[in-house]
């Protein structure tokens, strides 16, 4: 066997993965043995002498030294002991410093977690300043994580029991969202796209689903867009590009190149108020030596939105005297027509006591307020129906039995209103309406409606003029008029004529009912109402309300009388949101001109004879989308999809 | 050669498609208003385990798949590729929870560790390869002690056998110290020539005050220095190439840790439907 050139350093044998080594290795040779697997000196000898006669003989092999000088103790024992202080090996070292940096990981963290300090470690980032707010209020910091975690107020066997126990994860974070904003969203399509009804949904939208990534059918999580932990200055309501267009089939690069043309957006159905703006700004205005300026009428309410302003700021100076002259002689409300009582009684019809002075040949119309509450009287109804609703007595054939059947019904009718008011007082009135619409009057409208029509009057129609019909009242209407500028009632013994005196522009008698006739068009006699409304909003009926105040059909088939233009955006669904204030900020768009210009060839007006809002004209040329994409740009104004469109489009 | 460089484009550029396909995938899951999130955590979970399993790899033989080496050259790939699985995955953002900042903070620590000792070992060896000799690293303090004991002796016996102390005395102020203390914690962290130079100039500067036997005697301590800073050079070096392990396999655990308790929670406290 070859001996290596330096023994006395090349015969051991390196177990560097073991994890002892010997104390001697640094000084020289370690011990032949080394240390025991759990780290003690084994204590060996250098050799084991060997007995030869007498003497004790050193063994020691030649690979650790040869035989030493001193050679073995007289009793036979080696004079080379090896002891020392076993090291780790670096390995070994390695190895521990590795576990004991997992124990204490996983020690700190079974500190944490029962700690109470617990949220704050897992909370994955500072909330909003919304929602931090709210879930910092109180003392118990330690269950706010549950204000929008069910797990954030479990304990550690709860959390591991969640695979086993699946009602441990309710409610569900979209559930908490929605326990607090319900007030904004309603809880039963708050999750579904855009908030609103699916039905709605696909009225509005056409769904392709073959070119869409999300099938926007589906409900989506609060947290799909509303990423909190973000920090307290975190935008919440950020919307990205890409998140509006996993749904929409339609793809936009960019607003100048992808988006559709406005069509006729933001004109996408007439004004409530018709007001012809080219015919004023053309004529009107000029022959009042008037400057047409858009602030006279119209101002910035504080959202950006622009307003309209009342009727006393931009229209009374020249309108009042119009409207004066068309209630000159107040507005009917009863009068007893002229009637054949012997063709009548003839035809079988007692029509009973009638003012002398009120017989003759037929003749005299109704008051459209009088046909409304005589529809009360189902054969009166009838009897409307058959005459047509702007009948008059004049058309009355005495000949067809029909008609005096027809008449006679609404005289008998008329009388007993007349009766019942005289006896009744008011509740005559609210009784039949109540029977029209189906609903109780309340106070408020009951005292709208008569306007304090005197007991006297109501006397006087249900009694006096059925009573003294053979002698001659007297004329009480000579100063009556006069003294009841701020509105009231005019009665007129001698053509039995009861009639209101409107106080102005908004008089409320006579809003009030006008909005009762437009509710009794969604009611069982919606028909003969509907041409009732329609006759008291002609433009040459007294108030001349229907020259400027538009009627329009509603969703559910009734009419509806708009008095104020649009101050504020409608509730329900509302896609795109415009405010007016960054914009007219701009010098250049400082005047209304620059966006809305006149269309002076448009006949508007004409569009209002029919009750489609929808169909019409309008007084302004149609917005285009360069108007808007020379600013609406990326580096300029931005041209985000939620710079113009909200998602939440349902506004309650 | 070639094969070496081949090798390194295949590996590198199926690193770089997977990385890219995981990119991809998280736009693609973005865009359908998904949340990649959990994809790429449950990816990165199942990254780190592999990783980690270079080491049970290396303990458990039986169970080896493929060459040791072979696993290194997947265990690189991949840890490389967790950087791109992480970035996508904490979606190019900062951290800003404390779980998620320590769980972050370590996943970086153990990754750089990770780039450090690719880095050492593909440099350290080349540059213990240009010293006289190679030494095994638990070798090294005896052989320091030999070399102490060695200038000692041959100082000893010049200064007995002349009768001068001109090397004794250079010996006891400049060498002694030197070769008994081992080297500060600078040296460890950049080792350098510079004391070993300027005592072999020193010693040059002596010698010519030295007796002929003195020189001769000289002529050993130069080599001896030179032993000793080889040793010491080579100490420094090995020891990186140990040292790092210390950080990459000690984080490599608490990571787990902490990521698996990250994924739970994640779980826990999803935001999800009714």
């Keep these: 066997m070859r001996e290596p050139l330096k023994p006395e350093l090349e015969d051991t044998y390196d177990r560097p993965n073991q994890a002892w080594m010997c104390g001697l290795t640094d000084d020289g040779p370690p011990c032949p043995l080394g240390p025991t697997a759990h780290g003690h000196c084994s204590h060996a000898v250098a050799c084991h002498p060997v007995r030869e006669g007498d003497r004790w003989i050193c063994n020691r092999s030649t690979l650790r030294g040869g035989i030493c000088e001193a050679g073995p103790t007289p009793d036979g024992e080696c004079c080379v002991h090896y002891s020392c202080t076993p090291e780790r090996s670096l390995r070994s070292q390695r190895g521990r410093f590795v576990w004991a940096l997992a124990l204490a990981t996983l020690g700190g963290l079974c500190m944490i977690l029962s700690s109470n300090w617990r949220n704050e ?404 006699h919606s028909k003969l109402a509907e041409s009732l409304l329609l006759e008291i909003m002609k433009p040459t009926a007294p108030g001349m309300c229907g020259s400027c105040h538009s009627v329009d059909r509603n969703a559910n088939g009734g009419l509806e009388v708009y008095w104020f233009a649009q101050q504020a955006p409608s509730p329900g669904v509302r896609f795109t949101l415009f405010s007016h204030a960054p914009h007219t900020m701009q010098p250049e768009l400082a005047d209304c001109t620059a966006c809305h210009k006149i269309s002076e060839a448009a006949a508007m007006m004409e569009t209002y004879q029919n009750q489609t809002p929808n169909n019409f004209a309008a007084g302004f040329h149609a917005m285009t989308k360069q108007d808007c994409a020379s600013c609406h740009k990326p580096g300029a104004a931005g041209d985000s999809c939620t710079q113009c469109h909200q998602y939440h489009a349902l506004k309650k | 050669m070639k094969s070496f460089a081949s090798r390194r484009l295949r590996n590198s550029t199926l690193t770089i498609a997977a990385m890219a396909g995981v990119v991809t995938y998280a736009w693609w899951s973005h865009v359908r208003l998904g949340h990649p999130a959990f994809v790429t955590g449950y990816l990165l979970l199942g990254m780190l385990a592999f990783l980690a399993a270079y080491n049970i790899r290396k303990k458990l033989p039986i169970v080896s798949w493929t060459t040791s080496a072979g696993w290194l050259q997947v265990h690189i790939y991949t840890g490389l590729a967790t950087a791109a699985v992480f970035a996508t995955h904490i979606n190019w953002r900062l951290p800003e929870g404390w779980l998620e900042g320590i769980l972050a903070a370590i996943y970086t620590a153990t990754f750089i560790s990770g780039l450090v000792g690719l880095y050492w070992t593909r440099t350290v060896p080349v540059q213990l390869a240009r010293v006289s000799e190679e030494f095994i690293y638990e070798r090294i303090p005896a052989l320091r002690n030999q070399v102490r004991k060695k200038s000692q002796q041959v100082v000893l016996e010049t200064v007995r056998a002349t009768g001068r102390d001109t090397l004794g005395n250079f010996y006891s102020s400049r060498l002694e110290g030197y070769l008994e203390k081992p080297r500060g914690w600078y040296y460890w962290l950049k080792p350098s020539s510079r004391l070993r130079k300027r005592l072999l100039a020193e010693l040059t500067e002596v010698t010519r005050y030295l007796s002929v036997p003195e020189q001769q005697a000289s002529e050993q301590l130069f080599a001896l220095i030179r032993r000793r800073d080889d040793l010491d050079f080579q100490a420094a070096m090995q020891w990186r190439l140990k040292i790092w392990l210390f950080a990459h396999i000690g984080l490599t655990y608490p990571l787990l840790m902490l990521a698996c308790l990250h994924g739970c929670l994640a779980h826990l406290f999803d935001g999800g439907l009714p």
């Design chain 1, 121 to 524: 470690f897992l909370a994955p980032g500072p909330l909003s300043v919304h929602h931090a707010q709210l879930v910092t209020r109180g003392g118990d910091q330690t269950q706010r994580c549950a204000s929008c975690h069910a797990a954030g107020n479990q304990t550690l066997f709860q959390w591991l029991s969640h695979p086993l126990e699946p009602q441990l994860a309710e409610p569900t974070q979209s559930s908490l969202c929605i326990e607090c904003h319900q007030k904004e969203f309603p809880a039963a399509t708050a999750l579904l796209a855009h908030g609103i009804d699916q039905k709605l949904l696909t009225t509005t939208h056409e769904v392709e689903l073959t070119s869409r990534k999300v099938d926007p059918r589906g409900e989506f999580a609060c947290s799909t867009c509303h990423r909190e932990h973000h920090g307290a200055n975190h935008d919440l309501t950020f919307m990205s590009n890409t998140a509006c267009q996993a749904c929409h089939a339609q793809q936009f690069q960019s607003f100048a190149t992808d988006h559709p043309e406005f069509d006729r957006w933001p004109n996408e159905r007439r004004t409530r108020i018709a007001f012809d703006h080219a015919a004023h700004q053309a004529k009107h205005f000029p022959a009042e030596k008037q400057e047409f300026a858009c602030q006279m009428c119209h101002r910035q309410s504080a959202e950006g939105f622009q307003q309209t302003l009342g009727y006393e700021v931009s229209c009374a100076k020249c309108h009042d005297s119009d409207l004066e002259t068309s209630w000159q002689a107040g507005v009917p409300f009863v009068s007893l027509p002229i009637i054949d009582a012997e063709i009548l009684g003839d035809a079988g019809h007692d029509v009973g006591n009638w003012p002398e002075q009120a017989t003759g040949d037929f003749d005299g119309p109704l008051p459209a307020i009088t046909k409304f509450l005589l529809l009360e009287n189902p054969t009166a109804a009838k009897g409307i129906q058959l005459l047509g609703v702007d009948f008059d007595f004049f058309d009355i054939d005495p000949d067809d039995p029909t008609h005096l059947t027809a008449a006679a019904s609404v005289i008998s009718a008329l009388q007993k209103y007349l009766k019942d008011l005289a006896a009744q007082g008011h509740k005559a009135i609210s009784i039949r309406l109540e029977k029209i619409l189906g609903r109780a009057v309340n106070d408020q409208e009951l005292a709208a409606i008569v306007a304090h029509l005197p007991a006297e009057d109501m006397t006087a129609m249900g009694e006096t003029w059925f009573a003294t019909a053979e002698s001659t009242p007297p004329d009480t209407t000579a100063n009556e008029k006069e003294r009841i500028d701020g509105g009231g009632w005019i009665r007129d013994d001698q053509i039995f004529a009861l009639r209101y005196q409107p106080s102005g522009h908004a008089d409320p008698w006579l809003t009030a009912w006008i909005d009762l006739l437009a509710e009794a068009t969604r009611g069982p």
